[in-house]
Protein backbone atom coordinates (compact mmCIF):
# COMPACT_ATOMS: atom_id res chain seq x y z
CA UNK A 1 0.00 0.00 0.00
CA UNK A 2 1.58 3.48 -0.52
CA UNK A 3 1.48 6.05 1.84
CA UNK A 4 2.43 9.81 0.81
CA UNK A 5 3.81 11.73 3.72
CA UNK A 6 3.90 15.52 3.85
CA UNK A 7 6.37 17.80 5.86
CA UNK A 8 7.48 21.41 6.11
CA UNK A 9 3.79 23.04 7.26
CA UNK A 10 3.43 25.63 9.61
CA UNK A 11 3.20 29.33 10.63
CA UNK A 12 5.54 31.90 8.34
CA UNK A 13 4.92 35.47 7.89
CA UNK A 14 4.19 37.27 4.81
CA UNK A 15 7.39 37.41 2.80
CA UNK A 16 9.00 34.38 3.85
CA UNK A 17 9.46 31.53 2.68
CA UNK A 18 8.77 27.09 3.52
CA UNK A 19 9.68 24.11 1.44
CA UNK A 20 7.13 21.39 1.85
CA UNK A 21 8.50 17.88 1.37
CA UNK A 22 6.61 14.80 0.07
CA UNK A 23 7.71 11.24 0.40
CA UNK A 24 6.50 7.87 -1.07
CA UNK A 25 6.72 4.78 1.15
CA UNK A 26 5.27 1.10 1.20
CA UNK A 27 5.03 -0.94 -2.66
CA UNK A 28 6.68 2.13 -4.46
CA UNK A 29 5.45 2.61 -8.04
CA UNK A 30 6.77 4.64 -10.74
CA UNK A 31 4.48 7.95 -10.57
CA UNK A 32 3.78 9.12 -13.59
CA UNK A 33 2.90 12.88 -12.04
CA UNK A 34 3.58 13.78 -9.05
CA UNK A 35 2.37 17.37 -7.28
CA UNK A 36 0.93 19.66 -4.81
CA UNK A 37 -2.64 20.85 -4.53
CA UNK A 38 -4.12 23.26 -1.78
CA UNK A 39 -7.76 23.80 -0.28
CA UNK A 40 -8.67 26.49 2.03
CA UNK A 41 -11.21 26.90 4.10
CA UNK A 42 -14.29 27.03 1.92
CA UNK A 43 -12.80 26.84 -1.22
CA UNK A 44 -12.46 24.24 -3.39
CA UNK A 45 -9.04 22.06 -3.55
CA UNK A 46 -6.41 23.12 -6.52
CA UNK A 47 -3.84 22.39 -8.20
CA UNK A 48 -0.39 24.27 -7.39
CA UNK A 49 2.19 22.70 -8.76
CA UNK A 50 2.96 19.14 -10.69
CA UNK A 51 5.83 17.21 -12.46
CA UNK A 52 6.37 14.65 -14.23
CA UNK A 53 8.84 11.79 -14.26
CA UNK A 54 9.91 13.26 -17.18
CA UNK A 55 11.00 16.71 -15.56
CA UNK A 56 7.75 18.43 -17.18
CA UNK A 57 6.56 21.34 -15.02
CA UNK A 58 2.65 23.09 -14.40
CA UNK A 59 2.84 25.94 -11.96
CA UNK A 60 -0.80 27.75 -11.12
CA UNK A 61 -0.85 31.19 -12.45
CA UNK A 62 -1.19 32.04 -8.43
CA UNK A 63 2.09 30.79 -7.43
CA UNK A 64 4.01 31.33 -10.67
CA UNK A 65 7.51 32.63 -9.98
CA UNK A 66 7.13 31.81 -6.38
CA UNK A 67 6.92 28.59 -6.34
CA UNK A 68 9.53 25.84 -7.43
CA UNK A 69 8.77 22.07 -7.87
CA UNK A 70 11.05 19.22 -7.78
CA UNK A 71 10.95 15.58 -7.66
CA UNK A 72 13.50 12.60 -6.96
CA UNK A 73 12.58 9.72 -8.61
CA UNK A 74 14.99 7.47 -7.02
CA UNK A 75 13.44 7.96 -4.15
CA UNK A 76 9.98 8.95 -5.33
CA UNK A 77 10.19 12.34 -3.31
CA UNK A 78 8.69 15.64 -4.68
CA UNK A 79 9.20 19.06 -3.04
CA UNK A 80 7.42 22.45 -2.96
CA UNK A 81 9.15 25.64 -2.13
CA UNK A 82 7.29 28.63 -2.23
CA UNK A 83 8.49 32.07 -1.85
CA UNK A 84 7.00 35.51 -1.06
CA UNK A 85 4.27 33.94 0.59
CA UNK A 86 1.53 35.65 1.04
CA UNK A 87 -2.03 35.53 3.70
CA UNK A 88 -3.85 34.11 0.76
CA UNK A 89 -1.80 31.31 0.26
CA UNK A 90 -3.09 30.02 3.50
CA UNK A 91 -4.29 26.22 3.07
CA UNK A 92 -4.20 22.76 3.60
CA UNK A 93 -1.11 21.46 1.52
CA UNK A 94 -1.49 17.90 -0.17
CA UNK A 95 0.30 15.79 -1.88
CA UNK A 96 -0.49 13.70 -4.69
CA UNK A 97 0.91 11.40 -6.74
CA UNK A 98 -0.21 9.42 -9.96
CA UNK A 99 1.03 6.23 -11.15
CA UNK A 100 1.22 5.22 -15.20
CA UNK A 101 -1.87 3.17 -14.56
CA UNK A 102 -3.81 5.90 -13.37
CA UNK A 103 -4.05 5.46 -9.83
CA UNK A 104 -4.30 8.40 -7.72
CA UNK A 105 -2.65 8.67 -3.83
CA UNK A 106 -2.69 11.88 -1.72
CA UNK A 107 -0.96 12.53 1.36
CA UNK A 108 -3.11 13.41 4.69
CA UNK A 109 -2.18 17.56 4.35
CA UNK A 110 -0.51 19.74 6.30
CA UNK A 111 -1.61 23.12 7.07
CA UNK A 112 0.14 26.38 5.98
CA UNK A 113 -0.22 29.18 7.51
CA UNK A 114 0.68 33.04 6.55
CA UNK A 115 -0.09 35.47 9.01
CA UNK A 116 1.85 37.87 10.72
Known amino acids: QVQLVESGGGLVQPGGSLRLSCAAS????????MGWYRQAPGKQRELVASITRGGRIYSADSVKGRATISRDNADNTVTLQMNSLMPEDTAVYYC??????????WGQGTQVTVSS
Open 26 to 33: GNIFSFNV
Open 96 to 105: NAITSAGLGY
